[in-house]
């Protein structure tokens, strides 16, 4: 153990002892004297996250056709009219470009349900989770379809997202060996 270390313990320890901490094992708030917990109504509006097995995905729908107007109206303007990248990151690519990869949706992300995941949490940019669950299902289906994934008539929810086939599902190793990305 560094010297640091066992100064924190002993300092942990004494405190403890003192009866001026309390436990690791208590509640964080009651732990460090901050705040209180939360009830589960006020924890819900916080826990978002969705498992690439689909776990977390709400209710709702969407389909390309849709998904279309909503990035015409909420995306296009950062990320280019098909996805081509503006002032914000490319989204899709017409062909695979070698030996360099380009990052899109379509080349790089693994799962679909990491696209929604991301989309729900951070997008648009200046109005991250303002979009309702039909319009991430609905921007989820017309990536997809810029990208090649998914036919035009494609509708998208949280049975049928899951079950996408991501081109780079098994592309990613450890480390990378790519020697583009050291």
Not at 27 to 41: K, T
Not at 58 to 85: I, L, N, T
Not at 91 to 101: D, T
Request: glycine share 10%.
């Amino acid at each position: 153990m560094s010297t640091r270390n066992g100064l924190l313990v002993a300092a942990a320890t004494a405190l403890l002892a003192a009866g001026c901490a309390t436990p690791a094992s208590a509640p964080v708030a009651q732990r460090y004297g901050l705040g209180s917990p939360l009830a589960e109504r006020e924890l819900a509006g916080w826990n978002i996250d969705v498992a690439i097995d689909g776990r977390g995905l709400p209710p709702g729908r969407g389909s390309v056709a849709e998904g279309k107007a909503v990035y015409d109206a909420k995306c296009a303007a950062c990320h280019g009219p098909k996805g081509e990248g503006k002032t914000a990151n490319r989204l899709a690519a017409a062909a695979v470009e070698r030996p360099k990869v380009v990052k899109t949706v379509g080349t790089y992300w693994p799962y679909a349900t990491t696209l929604y995941d991301y989309i729900n949490r951070a997008m648009p940019w200046d109005k991250p989770q303002s979009l309702r669950p039909d319009e991430v299902y609905a921007l989820c289906a017309y990536l997809l379809f810029l990208n090649g994934i998914v036919p035009e008539s494609t509708v998208l929810d949280a049975a049928s997202l899951p079950g996408v086939r991501m081109p780079n599902r098994n592309g990613f190793t450890s480390p990378d060996p790519r020697p583009d990305t050291h």
